[in-house]
């Protein structure tokens, strides 16, 4: 059903244009799409810009696991700190970040480094609230019983804490892949000279509207792709 719903709206969408109901030069058209995709293919560009984004996205989604981890281990390790820093966190993840891309362009200039900050600042701030949480939530009798047995915080850690939060971080990481793209993307539409953000910003500037549907479709696939690699480390470490 999902495929046959996939293909009656290309269909539906491919004779509307065909039969003028709606403008083409405007909405653009299934097969002018492969054909834009595969003239893109055939030059590498659209490698190109897939690879770009791609890398940005995954190295901003590995430092937002680090840091996350690091700081929500922190947060749990000393109660006093949390609940100080708690209420920052919360403004700072509700604050838009497309407000904080100008600026990370003024600090730290126009280049993939910024792209990556960006991608962070998405998901970084809501990803330590909601590992703090998950930790937080822990089965406090187990954690007793690793007490009562002589053991200390870090044994509460590796034995208790980590084993049992392990479902709940692996659903913030899906989350936060998807969430890092969009933080790339917003970065590219401000500062790229490379990447789907920069394709869809220059197709839009030239009114290439078939350009840009065939980078927004190729970001939908990028982000299922990576939405499913995450969930197949899910299946790999649920299974141990």
């Known amino acids: 059903l999902r495929l046959l719903g996939c293909i009656l709206f290309l269909g539906l969408w491919e004779i509307s244009t065909r039969l003028s ?24 560009s659209l490698f190109l810009h897939t690879k770009v984004t791609l890398y940005e996205t995954l190295v ?24 100080i820093l708690e209420p920052w966190l919360v403004v700072l993840n509700s604050l838009p970040k497309s407000a904080l891309a100008p600026l990370l362009i003024v600090w730290l200039g126009s280049g ?24 937080r939530e822990t089965d406090s009798e187990k954690i007793k019983l690793i007490h009562t047995l002589g053991g200390g915080k870090r044994e509460a850690l590796c034995y208790v804490i980590f ?27 401000l500062s790229a000279k490379a990447g789907l953000g920069y394709l869809i ?6 009114f290439e509207m078939t350009k840009l549907m065939s980078a927004l479709i190729m970001l939908c696939l990028l982000s299922c792709v990576l939405y499913q690699a995450v969930g197949m480390l899910e299946k790999q470490f649920l299974k141990q």
């Open 201 to 206: 910003t220059y197709a839009s500037q030239t």
């Open 60 to 83: 901003s989604f590995l430092l937002v696991i680090g840091i996350s981890f690091l700081t929500a281990t922190l947060l749990w390790i000393f109660p006093t700190v949390s609940e």
């Open 112 to 135: 993939s480094c910024t792209i990556i900050v960006a991608g962070m600042s998405v998901a970084v701030f809501g990803s330590i609230i909601s590992m703090y949480t998950a930790f």
């Open 163 to 189: 084993p049992s939060s392990l479902p709940s971080v692996i659903s913030i990481l899906k989350v936060n892949i998807g969430l890092c793209l969009v933080g790339v993307i917003i970065g590219e539409f």
């Open 21 to 44: 109901w709606i403008d083409s030069f405007i909405f653009s058209c299934p097969s002018g799409i492969l054909k834009t995709l595969a003239v893109m293919s055939g030059d590498g």
